[in-house]
Nanobody, 121 residues
């Protein structure tokens, strides 16, 4: 069984920074694409940033230039550096990963439990 554990959320003032981490553990043959999603109260969950196994990245327009997604394949860990945070960035942030558990199994998608990010003065 694969587990994703997020950390690094919290309360920060507008203009501040936070760094989220997502550590994957368990039976994994290969981790493919990974991504950060967020869900604000009353809104649908949205993809914030994604990164391929080779390091290609994509961002939603609202965070371009402020957020940076990265991963350390040796540590099975993904990061989200969030700078110049705005109140509208307030949400629960979830990590997601496409994992091939063994060579013979198809890819499955896993979610972390979420970490709260609150941007407020």
């Amino acid at each position: 069984q694969v587990q994703l554990v997020e950390s690094g959320g919290g309360l920060v003032q507008p203009g501040g920074s936070l760094r989220l981490s997502c550590a994957a553990s368990g039976s994994m043959f290969r981790i493919n694409a990974m991504g950060w999603y967020r869900q604000a109260p009353g809104k649908q969950r949205e993809l914030v940033a994604a990164i391929s196994s080779g390091g290609t990245t994509n961002y939603v327009d609202s965070v371009k230039g402020r957020f940076t997604i990265s991963r350390d394949n040796a540590k099975n860990t993904m990061y989200l550096q969030m700078n110049s945070l705005k109140p509208e960035d307030t949400a629960v942030y979830y990590c997601n990963a496409g994992v091939k558990p063994t060579l013979w199994e198809v890819e499955r998608y896993y979610w972390g439990q979420g970490t709260q990010v609150t941007v407020s003065s």
